[in-house]
């Protein structure tokens, strides 16, 4: 690990296939209970070759404030309204993987109405597309991270 806490390499493998079985997971009980320690998600870490834009990107389109730790290689940016932290770590030239992509979901209760205000500000989405009692749309951060809003939290379930 470098000083900063980031891996010193960073290799790129494709994912392997795995065992998709009916066998619980390890640390589930028969019954579904746990048998281990639990905790929520806090923080997701962004890596981003331009930590500038992230920032301006998530305060701008999502409402995130931002606080800068460790100098210019780590960012916090924190919502509003609540939910979990991202924090954007400066990625380096010689960390060409680092910028994997990942997908964040913002849970909002009328997506197109998000959709076409984001559009006001900037921000394009493709279609807002509906599933199975929810709908939802797609787009892009600076550094190619695909972002979601969805309504899926707030259908009823039952």
């Known amino acids: 690990m470098h000083a900063s806490g980031t891996p010193a390499d960073i290799i790129c493998e494709e994912p392997q296939e795995t065992d998709s079985g009916s066998a619980p997971l390890e640390g589930l009980s028969e019954n579904g209970g746990m048998e281990m320690n639990v905790a929520g998600i806090g923080r997701i870490i962004l890596y981003s070759s331009d930590v500038e ?3 301006a990107f998530y305060a701008h389109h999502f409402g995130f404030r931002a606080k800068t730790l460790l100098g210019d290689e780590l960012t916090e940016l924190t919502p509003v309204e609540g939910g979990a932290a991202l924090l954007i770590q400066r990625s380096e030239a010689h ?3 680092a910028e994997k992509q990942v997908e964040l979901v913002f849970d909002v209760a009328d997506v197109d ?6 559009l006001e ?3 394009e989405f493709d279609a807002v597309r509906q599933a ?3 709908r939802f749309s797609q787009t892009l951060d600076p550094s190619g991270n695909r972002i979601s809003v969805s309504s899926l939290a707030f259908t009823p379930r039952g």
């Open 132 to 134: 199975k009692g929810y």
């Open 113 to 118: 109405d998000f959709v076409a205000r984001a």
């Open 95 to 97: 960390q060409p993987c």
């Open 53 to 55: 834009a992230m920032v």
């Open 121 to 123: 500000r900037g921000l």
